[in-house]
């Protein structure tokens, strides 16, 4: 089995990285607090130093990171990826970053000898544990198919969407209707709440109809809880529409009821809820309604 190199161990990249491992996958990892490692270093992982000693020891890279710079000073900066890479030498970005970046590292990596796939995922926490993620795919047919057996071990909705930057493309757009339809169903039980009728009976009959959506069903629920525990972290939520925003804008897309949402997640932010699960948008229009939804 080909040498996994596994570059950012945060909430989504430790479940992936056990599972690659539970595969059979031989493992070297590298995070930015090496603390978050020691598990997989117990079971087998090998500690790298430098995303360029990763690459050194790896036949495939896989980074998972917060954002697009990030992305960008691990593969491209000083000791970086590219420092140690060697033709023929897979990577895959399955963090969320621009399109417009991922477009110009992939360019990059190819000048370089390698290809280069952009892999965003959508499922959260839960989907990375039980690799159940959906994978979206930008890049070659034939890295595609050599990664395959890779994604097949982390998810289980997996397409190649086309060239490089499609995959994030089609994560901007699944970001939109997450975000919109995070905000219309907090939108519907402050709304209940508001109107006199409890909140937690119109979710159960809305699961029936079809206004259902998985967002109803699992963000709801953590709305009725108050059970804001970051499976997606609202920070990174808002980083998200940042890029569909800037994507938005370079490629004329309208994007009105997005950029509404936000805004919303911004003032989320400055309210100092960044580290909450997105599904804490609903404690905005809480306070802006003067009502509650959350059982005690």
């Given amino acids: 089995m080909e040498r996994i190199g596994f570059i950012g161990l945060g909430v989504m990249g430790n479940p992936m990285a056990r599972n690659l491992m539970k595969a059979g996958y031989p493992l070297v990892v590298l995070t930015r607090t090496r603390a978050k490692a020691d598990a997989l270093l117990r079971d087998g992982a090998v500690w790298a130093d430098t995303p360029r000693a990763v690459a050194q020891q790896s036949d495939v890279v896989i980074t998972m990171l917060p954002d697009s710079p990030d992305v ?16 023929g030498l897979l990577l895959i970005d399955m963090s969320t970053i621009s399109p417009v970046v991922a477009r110009r590292l992939a360019s990059q990596a190819a000048a370089r000898g390698m290809e280069m796939l952009d892999a965003p995922v959508s499922g959260g926490d839960i989907g990375a544990i039980n690799a159940s993620l959906t994978i979206m795919v930008g890049g070659s047919e034939s890295a595609f198919q050599r ?5 097949q071990t982390l998810g289980k909705t997996i397409t190649h969407i086309g060239e490089a930057g499609a995959g994030q493309i089609a994560k901007a757009a699944n970001q939109i209707i997450t975000s919109i339809t995070i905000e219309a169903v907090a939108e519907a039980l402050v709304f209940a709440a508001k109107a006199g009728v409890d909140p937690v009976k119109v979710r159960q009959a809305l ?5 259902y959506s998985r967002i109803l069903e699992g ?11 970051p499976g997606f972290y609202m920070r990174l939520h808002r980083k998200d529409l940042d890029i569909v925003m ?24 400055a309210a100092g809820h960044g580290d909450l699960d997105n599904s804490s948008l609903v404690m905005l229009l809480e306070h802006l309604g003067h009502t509650q939804v959350r059982r005690e």
């Fill in 72 to 87: 960008e000073q691990v593969l491209a900066g000083k000791d970086g990826v590219f420092d140690g890479a060697r033709q």
């Fill in 147 to 151: 990664a395959l057996p890779i994604f």
């Fill in 207 to 211: 699961l029936g109809g079809s206004a």
């Fill in 219 to 229: 963000h709801g629920q953590r709305m009725l809880e108050g059970n804001f525990k």
């Fill in 246 to 269: 800037a994507a938005g804008k370079e490629y004329a897309a309208p994007l009105p009821v997005a950029a509404q949402v936000r805004e919303m997640m911004t003032a989320m932010l």
